[in-house]
């Protein structure tokens, strides 16, 4: 049985991040949570994307107070 390539496996990991990142969206949206905790952030799209998202909910926090 062969291994799963290095490409393979990254596509793995940004898959199960994007779900991750889009069940957070998703509770924001049903409850109006703010505080709700996003994924990691870093320097990928996906990482930029939770990043972009965290910033967006601080900001919303920020101005309901």
């Known amino acids: 049985r062969r ?9 793995f990991e940004a898959a199960a991040r994007l779900l991750n990142l889009t ?3 998703e509770e924001v949206a049903i409850t109006g949570r703010l505080d709700v905790a996003t ?3 870093g320097p990928d799209e996906v990482g930029r994307l939770s ?3 965290a ?9 309901r107070e």
């Not at 910033?55 to 101005?63: F, I, P, T, Y």
């Open 3 to 11: 291994m799963p390539s290095t490409a393979a496996l990254q596509t």
């Open 23 to 25: 069940r957070t969206a």
């Open 39 to 41: 994924p990691e952030a």
């Open 51 to 53: 990043g972009a998202i």
């Open 55 to 63: 910033g967006m909910l601080g900001a919303l926090r920020r101005s």
